[in-house]
């Protein structure tokens, strides 16, 4: 390998942003000397790969309140020790998914004269995206859509690539509730979703009366707040990294609306009610749910108006039984279901590894 092909990954924080930018990595490791750049305290540790050489900087998330101008200063002045990585590790390219880490790495490679390109996985384009977006090569799109958002940027619709286990058919666990019921996989992505665990927590009792069986993915930070014990028929984990082959082997899914859930549920064409954070950038996370909710294989449920009620009438209505050939069937998990295939995929990976060859050849 040359050298010269050296990349740095600037992606932090969360599962959204950190998965696309590992399963790129992953695809193109090896033509290309990774080094990741992340932030202190955040997700960054637990999932990226010690041969990726993860360096990280002390960023805080800006908070609104009457500093939040001076939070923003700092964020940007870390561009001089972004300066100091890009050339002690001679980068030829940076690759970038967005977070508060992308601005100051994108304004790094551009006083450099570094190629830089970064990938926006939502409908609706994240800040770094909106205003720094014309300052990169190319503009990766998880979903057309976002194109109309977006001016003045060099914009290539590549889908979001997803990790390597959603490309193949998994075996469900053996930790997973063994049974005939319904299997429910119920997640708030990597960080957890307390809403999502206190309504199920409120449900629970007739969810097992209804003799479903739930998989509840807790989140990184919500152990202490959710304390139910496991069971026949419920499996509480704080986090897990067979989440393909839950998804792909379950019944419904019950989760927020991040990016990168919403291009899981798509690949694996699996129904869902989908309960988005209702103070996400620019309400992001119900602009992504409305695309699934609108081709009828999602339920959209707002949290500031879920109730327990409404909830358990929600779920009732999707599993009620009907007769049909003699044998009885879900309807309108059916639909939705037969809706999701109606949704398009593309081969995320393979066009955005032709982009990164292309910068081979440019060296």
Known sequence: ???????????????????PALAISKEIEDKWNIHWLGVHQRLDANYIPKKYNLKTL???????????????????????????????????????????????????????????????????????????????????LGFKKTNFYLKNCKIIFTGTPLREQFYKSNLLPEWVPKGKGPLLVVMGGSQGA?????ILFESLEFLMKKKFRIVHIIGEYNKQFFQVKNSKRY?????????????????????????????????????SILIPYPYSKNNHQEKNAMILAESGGSVLMNQNKISKKVFEETIERIFKKKLKNGKNHYEILDLMKKNMENNNKIKSKIEIKKIFNYFLKEF
């Open 58 to 140: 002390n960023i805080k998330t800006p908070r609104k309140n009457i500093f939040l101008f001076y939070q923003y200063i700092g964020i940007l002045m870390s561009t001089f020790k972004i300066i100091r990585i890009l050339k002690e590790k001679k980068i030829n390219l940076v690759f970038t998914t967005g977070g508060y880490i992308s601005a100051p790495t994108i304004i790094a490679s551009k006083l450099l004269k570094i190629p830089v390109i970064i990938h926006e996985s939502n409908l609706i384009p994240g800040m770094v995206t909106k205003y720094f977006g014309f300052l990169c090569n190319y503009v990766f």
């Open 235 to 271: 499996v509480q984990k704080k986090f897990t990294n067979e989440i393909a082959a839950l998804i792909q082997n379950c019944d419904l899914v019950i989760s927020r609306s991040g990016a990168g859930t919403i291009n899981e549920l798509i690949k694996t064409q699996k129904p």
């Open 1 to 19: 390998m040359s050298k010269k092909n050296n990349l740095l990954v600037a992606a932090s924080g969360t599962g959204g942003h950190i998965f």
């Open 194 to 198: 307390k809403a999502i665990n206190q």
